[in-house]
């Protein structure tokens, strides 16, 4: 019934949650697996929870940007090998990460999304409520979400 | 206060309210403003023209064209360029340099007019050296916006100062026998540039000598270039000795756009340069209104006499403690020219600080003040100065994403806060202090 699903993460539990039902509901389905993450664009500033809490040099600030980046897409990566899925890893800088999820979901042509609700703040807050209920609201294919 | 004067300053508040939530065009709304006041009889029609100084406007159309001539001879280009070798294909040192140049260029032209021509240049040079855009373009921004205020002719706050102080465009440089607006802003810059390329560019990109190499810029056609800057220069020199030609600044503006005009049509084809009617279109006419606008709305608020009663309002601060009022209208000014459209702010506080001076209150370290704070304050957000906005936008292409006001404050934070420090402490060992007895 679906053949590419898109699964978001930021690494919290919530996104963690979701990638495990979405692998498993692939895996059911045969369909390839999209993971995304919105990764913040590399500044000065360190934001947690939407609250500065420290300075980087916009290289260093990039490297751990791009580090914790590769360390959430790749549990949904594992995830994918381990039940033999076609997969694919997709970063896009943004701040906006409601608008990300729902311009690749449109660029690789995904017919299902899964992502999980009450995610925490900063690099980890990409799923906050207000996240979800936006993808809810502006997409135009089903939406999955786990709670 | 009278009736009519709770009812103009009524209809300047909300005017204000418009323009800054941006609801309605910013300049409908100023012109609006300035037609219910003349219905409900603050001031005549013919009253509403004398208010606004037409001698400023003349400047700024006068100064346009010319830059818009200048634009188009690819110095800007060419001078980028040279920027990217001077640096050595260091990205950081590129953005610094690029800074300092669109710095530079702002203190003769118009801050949006010196953006459009500076960030489509430095892009391919970020490209080149893989510096990222967003970054880049804003530290054109708020350069731009930063040095217009340093002479007399970059910026409209400047020109305010002309109008309502009478300052020349010397006095931007040595006034009441002290530094002022030029040598004070331009350390500021020096200082607020070193300070960025520590904070946020000394690792940014990657140095290539090789990618700078590649890139080659040159002037189209060097004739319509000399011509223009010949022009160029030559009527800022007469605006500079204004006091012995014993003409009008805006005079001198239009003689010298109308002077280069001439020449160019004349020698039409055999030059590559745009057409007058082109330059003209190009004109930001939006701008000229809003301006002309902001001096009737403001001049309605003078002729009621609220300035008045606002200077004398706020006179015991200055009168009991020069300092502590001088320091407190700095610091207060900051915010909200970050969050509010700054022209019409400096202009009320300069026709403020007037009426202030009338009751032995110092003026010139308070215009200088409202002058610096007003421009310093307006590179926190895009609501303070239409340039950023521009920058932004700019940006926002280039990376084909939307810049979050987290990342925007991130530079812009920094950049304002560093530099409006530095300069409240020139302000204050300069003029402030010396004042204060």
Known sequence: ?147 | MELLQWLTLAVFAVTIVAIVINKLDATVAALLGVAVMVWMGTMTEVEAAQLVDWNVMAILVGIWVIAGYFGRTGIPSWLSVQSLKVSGGRPGLLIVVLSMLTGILSMFIDNVVCILMMAPVALPLARALKIPATPLVLMIGFSANFMGTALLLGDLPPQMLHSVAGAEFFDFIWSQGRPSSFPILIVTFVLTLAFMYFYGFRSIGKASAAGAAKIKARIPDPLFATITVGMFLLTVLAMAFREVLDVKLGFIAITGAIILVLILELLGDKLKAPSFEHIVQELDWRAVFFYIALFALVGGLEKTHILDMMANAMKPLFATNYVLGATLLYWVTIPIVGLVEHDAYILTFLYMIRDLGTSGVPTWPLWWVVLWAGTLGSNLTVAGAPALYVALRIAEKEEKRKVSLREFLSWSLAFCLVSSAICYVFALLIWILPYSN
């Open chain 1, 1 to 147: 019934m679906f053949r590419n699903i898109l699964i978001p993460t930021d690494g919290s539990p919530a996104s963690q949650k979701a990638v495990r039902r979405g692998v498993a509901l692939a895996k059911a389905m045969k369909a390839k697996i999209t993971a995304v993450i919105a990764s913040p664009p590399a500044t000065p500033i360190i934001y947690r929870k939407k609250m500065p809490v420290g300075y980087a040099t916009p290289n260093e600030h990039q490297r751990m940007i791009n580090r914790s980046s590769k360390r959430h897409l790749d549990v949904i990566a594992r995830a994918a090998k381990k039940a033999r899925l076609r997969f694919e890893a997709v970063q896009i800088v943004s701040d906006f990460p409601d608008e990300t999820i729902l311009d690749t979901a449109k660029k690789k042509k995904c017919d299902l999304i899964v992502m999980g609700t009450q995610g925490q703040g900063g690099l980890r807050g990409v799923f906050i409520g207000s996240t979800t209920q936006k993808v809810l609201n502006q997409s135009k294919i089903p939406v999955m979400v786990i709670r």
